[in-house]
């Protein structure tokens, strides 16, 4: 990721002073420099404090929900700091009218991949002990990273960037935000600490269709490869996955396409879904996820990525996500549209299933 | 507590002879919350619906599962007898062992009793979460739109206002009567169509409670039986006509003569004028495309001759909303095009004509003043084929219907045309004659028998023009003779199509069509003037190709549907519709476009939050449009909305009491 911090507090103060917004939603530095944590400043001072940098994990869609959701006229704004994740989660959140597009400004900037922490540690566990992160550059095949540790020394890490990036990441859809207000400008020519790091193995900006067919790519070849396997293998697949959920919640916490006032999981009468862990329940609480953001999910991996038992969550939803494509002739069905292919009555619905059932 | 009679019917041998009726009505009788479990020979009998009433009473029942047959057979009547014994009538559930268990299962005695324990089970968990509805009652606008000026629309507007009601009639055209103000005689009693049809015509012009939207159409419909709001676009006449008195002064001036529609082409007409000289409202309208002064700029003769100023080239279309609680679709039908019948020579040669213009070369105020001559160079033709089923009950065509009308028809022509030349031959090539209706195959008797027409039957392959006649081929499949005629001239019998633009209308209202385009009923043999949308009702030829006789009984009976409509003081709804939980609902609108009825809309609702109160939206449902079919409670994903009397709770407690 390319230096935004700069440009990312100037827009913030000069938001915050003009009384545009309320809040401008990004990143502050947490107790951890590998792990900065989702911030939220409301005056200058606050504002001096934020940043984005290639550790910034945490997706920022939701709390745009938390600070203006739901009401019809908010009383005020926010400003929110848009990765292109990010930004289908709003766009999301807009689509399905949970938020008003005029209470919210969309800084968009531009995403090359966030590195995962956990796969840096199990890299090299010296870098638990960061002080300071001194550089950092994510090219096309190479991920370099560089640390001052809390004893002034240095220690640095290349890989490959399916070793060091965000799973999410490695499947990205959309680089660029697919909608914004204000496109923040890079810090002119300066990658985070391009002079004592090596020279960039290629940037990465710009809209890159290429990238986007890549990463749909990899996530079809997981999905056919489910697929394929035999009923029989593919229950024991999934019933492997389910047993280890610990019902968390997390994944719909987090997931933009989760935005109901009250979830039909919290409801207790009727209860769609028990409590228990059982096997059936862990299926009934998944299929229930997943068929409820179906022809919704935005593809963005938050789910996946905040799931504390690693369930891969992305393939069910990109199972579901290619078929709406394929039954509906939906073009990129990530991206939240003004109809949604499940969403209106057509008498000529092509209800393929239905003639799948037909025909046996 | 919950107190629930469960009542198992043998249904005769229908039930019992598979199910053990007794050991289901035992097995129930332990089921918690049951205090009584019966069984009887026949439960819609009376004894059987006082053993209900009586349980009811006895045992203070607070719910009531029927296990008998389909709901769709006696849900009513069960319901009926509980509201008689003092129970809400929403109380009572029917569990159907018969068609889902007795019927499906006569070999299975074991299996299919315990399904019926199952089921009946099932609809005890539901009926105890049952809650006590009353029907909705919505306010209805006592007044009827009807959409068509034909002899449908007016028979049904008069019948209406007749009767107290006020009707707003649209009519495309500049006048009203429709068809039949183009036919000379009418089968099967030969009387003169406009002496039968002008004092219908006058009636209706002149009705206090009609009013009378001519040269207009229905641009918009919104709302719901009951309470629809109606967009009637008036198109520009380029007359005044309430300054206008009616001296048709404009008329005799206007230089341009132009085709007459009307006469089918056969006659001519001004650019500015009425139709016929009966034509009600007897109000000219200037034809634009013909007009010289909108084509060159110059004229406005009809201008300095009208001595009331009523010629207006300026006019504006307006549109105005007219609120009526039924609709009547009246529209009609339109001939096939003459485009789809080049073999027969339609529209190359001049003395093929179809139906319509035979009609008009007959009748005595037609162009020819009833004298039948042919259009090419206005001899009496001596020698006249008729062709029946052009178009008709041909898929080739695109109509595989029969257009019910032209064997009888054709007769009359045949017939007419001999009472005019007795010396004349008329021959008729027909597939088969249908003449089902009350005088008529005396009638297409007395043409062969009496007037010497000669029925080929056959068809024809190829017509074409040969030194001044026109040469009919075709084959007589009787004798299996080859057979040439060279006639004067040809009339076809071309089909009975929907007018061309039923679909976009059919849009316009909700209401279906077949493929062709003619409106769909809503059952075909129990509700054939209803359409499928509630409050929009059906009737004549837009329906399905029909005569007179039928398309007036078919009006009337659509007007006394709405009558019954109107009679109640308001609408009263089923209460088994869609409801919005609205503190749950996130206002999403997920549900809107799911519904097929449009019964949805946002709505905001005001909510303290804190000391505060904030505007939140949520949805609603419109009781008057929605028909509880419950798309929308599926697709919420948060449970908000539900449906009564099928509530997700309900559903859930029945497929509980199956599966665990
Ligand atoms: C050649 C021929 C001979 C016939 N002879 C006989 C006979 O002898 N005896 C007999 O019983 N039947 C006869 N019929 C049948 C008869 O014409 C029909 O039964 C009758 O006209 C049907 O009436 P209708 O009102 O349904 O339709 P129509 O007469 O077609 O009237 C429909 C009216 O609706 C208007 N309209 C259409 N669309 C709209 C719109 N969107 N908005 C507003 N207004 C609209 C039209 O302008 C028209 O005025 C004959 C038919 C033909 C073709
Ligand atoms: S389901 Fe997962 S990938 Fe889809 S929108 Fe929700 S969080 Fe993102
Ligand atoms: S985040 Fe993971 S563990 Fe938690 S509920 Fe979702 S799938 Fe289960
Ligand atoms: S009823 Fe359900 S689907 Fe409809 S707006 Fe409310 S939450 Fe959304
Ligand atoms: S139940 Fe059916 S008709 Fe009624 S509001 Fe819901 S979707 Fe519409």
Same mark, same amino acid.
């Given at each position: 990721?390319?230096?935004?911090?700069?440009?990312?507090?100037?827009?913030?103060?000069?938001?915050?002073?003009?009384?545009?917004?309320?809040?401008?939603?990004?990143?502050?530095?947490?107790?951890?420099?590998?792990?900065?944590?989702?911030?939220?400043?409301?005056?200058?001072?606050?504002?001096?404090?934020?940043?984005?940098?290639?550790?910034?994990?945490?997706?920022?869609?939701?709390?745009?929900?938390?600070?203006?959701?739901?009401?019809?006229?908010?009383?005020?704004?926010?400003?929110?700091?848009?990765?292109?994740?990010?930004?289908?989660?709003?766009?999301?959140?807009?689509?399905?009218?949970?938020?008003?597009?005029?209470?919210?400004?969309?800084?968009?900037?531009?995403?090359?991949?966030?590195?995962?922490?956990?796969?840096?540690?199990? /890299?090299?566990?010296?870098?638990?002990?960061?002080?300071?992160?001194?550089?950092?550059?994510?090219?096309?095949?190479?991920?370099?990273?560089?640390?001052?540790?809390?004893?002034?020394?240095?220690?640095? /890490?290349?890989?490959?960037?399916?070793?060091?990036?965000?799973?999410?990441? /490695?499947?990205?859809?959309?680089?660029?935000?697919?909608?914004?207000?204000?496109?923040?400008?890079?810090?002119?020519?300066?990658?985070?600490?391009?002079?004592?790091?090596?020279?960039?193995?290629?940037?990465?900006?710009?809209?890159?269709?290429?990238?986007?067919?890549?990463?749909?790519?990899?996530?079809?070849?997981?999905?056919?490869?489910?697929?394929?396997?035999?009923?029989?293998?593919?229950?024991?697949?999934?019933?492997?996955?389910?047993?280890?959920?610990?019902?968390?919640?997390?994944?719909?916490?987090?997931?933009?396409?989760?935005?109901?006032?009250?979830?039909?999981?919290?409801?207790?009468?009727?209860?769609?879904?028990?409590?228990?862990?059982?096997?059936?329940?862990?299926?009934?609480?998944?299929?229930?996820?997943?068929?409820?953001?179906?022809?919704?999910?935005?593809?963005?991996?938050?789910?996946?990525?905040?799931?504390?038992?690693?369930?891969?969550?992305?393939?069910?939803?990109?199972?579901?996500?290619?078929?709406?494509?394929?039954?509906?002739?939906?073009?990129?069905?990530?991206?939240?549209?003004?109809?949604?292919?499940?969403?209106?009555?057509?008498?000529?619905?092509?209800?393929?299933?239905?003639?799948?059932?037909?025909?046996? | 507590?919950?107190?629930?009679?469960?009542?198992?019917?043998?249904?005769?041998?229908?039930?019992?002879?598979?199910?053990?009726?007794?050991?289901?009505?035992?097995?129930?009788?332990?089921?918690?919350?049951?205090?009584?479990?019966?069984?009887?020979?026949?439960?819609?009998?009376?004894?059987?619906?006082?053993?209900?009433?009586?349980?009811?009473?006895?045992?203070?029942?607070?719910?009531?599962?029927?296990?008998?047959?389909?709901?769709?057979?006696?849900? +009513?009547?069960?319901?009926?007898?509980?509201?008689?014994?003092?129970?809400?009538?929403?109380?009572?559930?029917?569990?159907?062992?018969?068609?889902?268990?007795?019927?499906?299962?006569?070999?299975?005695?074991?299996?299919?009793?315990?399904?019926?324990?199952?089921?009946?089970?099932?609809?005890?968990?539901?009926?105890?979460?049952?809650?006590?509805?009353?029907?909705?009652?919505?306010?209805?606008?006592?007044?009827?739109?009807?959409?068509?000026?034909?002899?449908?629309?007016?028979?049904?507007?008069?019948?209406?206002?007749?009767?107290?009601?006020?009707?707003?009639?649209?009519?495309?055209?500049?006048?009203?009567?429709?068809?039949?103000?183009?036919?000379?005689?009418?089968?099967?009693?030969?009387?003169?169509?406009?002496?039968?049809?002008?004092?219908?015509?006058?009636?209706?012009?002149?009705?206090?409670?009609?009013?009378?939207?001519?040269?207009?159409?229905?641009?918009?419909?919104?709302?719901?039986?009951?309470?629809? +709001?109606?967009?009637?676009?008036?198109?520009?006449?380029?007359?005044?006509?309430?300054?206008?008195?009616?001296?048709?002064?404009?008329?005799?001036?206007?230089?341009?003569?132009?085709?007459?529609?009307?006469?089918?082409? /056969?006659?001519?007409?001004?650019?500015?004028?009425?139709?016929?000289?009966?034509?009600?409202?007897?109000?000219?309208?200037?034809?634009?495309?013909?007009?010289?002064?909108?084509?060159?700029?110059?004229?406005?003769?009809?201008?300095?001759?009208?001595?009331?100023?009523?010629?207006?080239?300026?006019?504006?279309?307006?549109?105005?909303?007219?609120?009526?609680?039924?609709?009547?679709?009246?529209?009609?039908?339109?001939?096939?095009?003459?485009?789809?019948?080049?073999?027969?020579?339609?529209?190359?040669?001049?003395?093929?004509?179809?139906?319509?213009?035979?009609?008009?070369?007959?009748?005595?105020?037609?162009?020819?003043?009833?004298?039948?001559?042919?259009?090419?160079?206005?001899?009496?033709?001596?020698?006249?084929?008729?062709?029946?089923?052009?178009?008709?009950?041909?898929?080739?065509?695109?109509?595989?219907?029969?257009?019910?009308?032209?064997?009888?028809? +054709?007769?009359?022509?045949?017939?007419?045309?001999?009472?005019?030349?007795?010396?004349?031959?008329?021959?008729?090539?027909?597939?088969?004659?249908?003449?089902?209706?009350?005088?008529?195959?005396?009638?297409?008797?007395?043409?062969?028998?009496?007037?010497?027409?000669?029925?080929?039957?056959?068809?024809?392959?190829?017509?074409?023009?040969?030194?001044?006649?026109?040469?009919?081929?075709?084959?007589?499949?009787?004798?299996?003779?080859?057979?040439?005629?060279?006639?004067?001239?040809?009339?076809?019998?071309?089909?009975?199509?929907?007018?061309?633009?039923?679909?976009?209308?059919?849009?316009?209202?909700?209401?279906?069509?077949?493929?062709?385009?003619?409106?769909?009923?809503?059952?075909?043999?129990?509700?054939?003037?209803?359409?499928? +949308?509630?409050?929009?009702?059906?009737?004549?030829?837009?329906?399905?190709?029909?005569?007179?006789?039928?398309?007036?009984?078919?009006?009337?009976?659509?007007?006394?549907?709405?009558?019954?409509?109107?009679?109640?003081?308001?609408?009263?709804?089923?209460?088994?519709?869609?409801?919005?939980?609205?503190?749950?609902?996130?206002?999403?609108?997920?549900?809107?476009?799911?519904?097929?009825?449009?019964?949805?809309?946002?709505?905001?609702?005001?909510?303290?939050?804190?000391?505060?109160?904030?505007?939140?939206?949520?949805?609603?449902?419109?009781?008057?449009?929605?028909?509880?079919?419950?798309?929308?409670?599926?697709?919420?994903?948060?449970?908000?909305?539900?449906?009564?009397?099928?509530?997700?709770?309900?559903?859930?407690?029945?497929?509980?009491?199956?599966?665990?």
């Amino acid at each position: 990721m390319r230096e935004y911090t700069a440009s990312l507090k100037r827009e913030a103060e000069r938001l915050l002073s003009e009384g545009r917004v309320k809040t401008v939603i990004a990143f502050g530095p947490g107790i951890d420099p590998l792990a900065p944590i989702p911030a939220f400043a409301e005056d200058k001072d606050e504002a001096s404090d934020l940043l984005v940098n290639a550790f910034s994990a945490p997706g920022l869609a939701k709390y745009v929900l938390d600070e203006v959701g739901g009401v019809e006229k908010p009383e005020h704004s926010v400003a929110v700091l848009a990765r292109g994740c990010d930004s289908l989660g709003i766009a999301r959140l807009i689509a399905d009218k949970r938020v008003q597009r005029q209470s919210v400004v969309i800084l968009g900037v531009h995403c090359d991949g966030v590195i995962d922490r956990g796969k840096l540690l199990a /890299l090299n566990p010296a870098f638990s002990r960061t002080k300071n992160i001194k550089s950092v550059a994510i090219g096309e095949d190479e991920v370099f990273v560089e640390a001052e540790l809390a004893d002034r020394s240095a220690v640095s /890490l290349r890989g490959r960037p399916e070793d060091l990036l965000l799973d999410k990441c /490695l499947k990205c859809l959309e680089r660029d935000p697919v909608v914004f207000d204000i496109m923040l400008e890079p810090e002119a020519g300066t990658m985070l600490g391009r002079e004592t790091g090596p020279t960039p193995v290629g940037d990465r900006g710009g809209v890159d269709q290429g990238e986007k067919e890549k990463s749909l790519r990899a996530r079809r070849s997981l999905v056919a490869e489910t697929e394929a396997l035999s009923s029989e293998s593919r229950y024991e697949f999934w019933a492997r996955q389910f047993e280890r959920c610990i019902r968390c919640y997390a994944c719909r916490n987090v997931c933009p396409a989760c935005s109901c006032r009250k979830c039909a999981f919290d409801v207790p009468d009727p209860e769609w879904v028990s409590k228990c862990t059982w096997l059936s329940e862990q299926f009934m609480f998944h299929f229930l996820r997943a068929f409820h953001v179906a022809g919704r999910c935005v593809g963005c991996g938050e789910c996946e990525r905040a799931c504390p038992m690693g369930l891969p969550l992305s393939l069910l939803n990109d199972k579901l996500m290619k078929d709406v494509e394929e039954m509906f002739g939906i073009e990129d069905p990530h991206v939240p549209k003004e109809s949604e292919p499940l969403g209106f009555y057509s008498p000529d619905d092509p209800e393929p299933w239905a003639k799948e059932v037909s025909e046996g | 507590m919950k107190r629930i009679g469960v009542f198992v019917c043998w249904c005769g041998f229908n039930i019992s002879g598979t199910i053990d009726v007794k050991a289901v009505a035992s097995a129930l009788a332990d089921h918690p919350g049951v205090v009584v479990a019966k069984d009887y020979k026949y439960m819609c009998s009376e004894p059987g619906q006082a053993m209900i009433k009586e349980a009811i009473a006895e045992h203070r029942l607070s719910g009531v599962v029927v296990a008998a047959c389909s709901p769709s057979m006696h849900e +009513t009547t069960f319901r009926e007898a509980a509201q008689a014994a003092g129970l809400n009538p929403y109380m009572l559930e029917i569990a159907n062992i018969r068609e889902h268990a007795s019927w499906v299962h006569p070999d299975d005695k074991i299996a299919a009793t315990r399904k019926a324990i199952d089921l009946v089970k099932s609809l005890v968990e539901k009926v105890k979460r049952n809650e006590a509805l009353e029907p909705i009652h919505v306010p209805m606008t006592k007044r009827a739109l009807v959409i068509g000026g034909g002899i449908a629309g007016m028979q049904a507007a008069l019948d209406l206002a007749d009767g107290g009601t006020e009707v707003v009639l649209v009519e495309r055209d500049s006048h009203i009567g429709g068809h039949m103000a183009q036919l000379s005689e009418t089968f099967p009693t030969l009387d003169c169509a406009s002496c039968i049809l002008t004092p219908r015509t006058a009636e209706v012009g002149r009705h206090p409670l009609i009013k009378l939207h001519a040269y207009s159409e229905v641009a918009e419909v919104s709302g719901y039986v009951g309470n629809f +709001t109606v967009k009637v676009r008036k198109k520009r006449t380029y007359v005044d006509w309430d300054k206008c008195i009616g001296c048709m002064d404009c008329m005799a001036k206007c230089p341009k003569k132009i085709p007459s529609q009307f006469e089918r082409g /056969l006659g001519i007409r001004k650019a500015i004028g009425v139709a016929f000289p009966q034509a009600i409202p007897y109000r000219p309208v200037i034809d634009r495309d013909a007009c010289t002064y909108f084509k060159t700029g110059k004229c406005r003769i009809c201008e300095r001759v009208c001595s009331v100023g009523a010629i207006d080239f300026d006019q504006e279309e307006r549109v105005i909303e007219e609120k009526v609680g039924a609709i009547i679709v009246a529209t009609g039908y339109d001939l096939a095009p003459k485009a789809k019948f080049g073999e027969y020579g339609y529209g190359k040669i001049k003395d093929v004509v179809d139906g319509l213009e035979f009609e008009r070369l007959n009748s005595s105020s037609g162009p020819t003043e009833g004298v039948i001559k042919r259009p090419s160079d206005g001899k009496i033709p001596r020698e006249v084929v008729f062709i029946q089923c052009v178009g008709s009950r041909d898929v080739d065509k695109g109509n595989s219907y029969c257009s019910k009308i032209c064997c009888m028809y +054709t007769a009359k022509h045949a017939m007419l045309y001999k009472h005019k030349v007795p010396d004349g031959q008329a021959y008729v090539f027909y597939m088969d004659i249908r003449a089902g209706g009350k005088g008529y195959e005396e009638f297409v008797q007395r043409a062969v028998e009496q007037d010497g027409v000669l029925y080929l039957r056959g068809r024809v392959s190829k017509v074409y023009e040969d030194d001044g006649k026109v040469i009919v081929r075709g084959q007589d499949t009787l004798s299996g003779e080859n057979i040439e005629i060279a006639a004067d001239m040809v009339v076809l019998a071309t089909a009975i199509e929907p007018q061309r633009d039923s679909r976009n209308l059919a849009q316009i209202l909700k209401i279906g069509t077949d493929q062709y385009g003619f409106f769909n009923e809503a059952h075909p043999k129990l509700r054939p003037v209803e359409s499928m +949308t509630r409050g929009v009702f059906l009737a004549g030829c837009a329906q399905a190709p029909k005569d007179i006789p039928e398309t007036v009984a078919q009006a009337s009976g659509a007007a006394s549907k709405v009558d019954v409509l109107f009679s109640k003081d308001d609408l009263v709804v089923e209460p088994l519709i869609a409801s919005v939980d609205e503190a749950i609902c996130s206002g999403c609108m997920w549900c809107e476009p799911i519904c097929p009825y449009h019964a949805i809309e946002p709505k905001t609702i005001e909510e303290r939050v804190g000391k505060k109160s904030v505007a939140r939206r949520v949805a609603s449902v419109n009781a008057g449009l929605c028909q509880g079919c419950g798309a929308c409670s599926v697709a919420c994903r948060d449970g908000a909305m539900n449906l009564k009397g099928y509530t997700n709770q309900q559903i859930m407690a029945e497929v509980e009491a199956l599966c665990l």
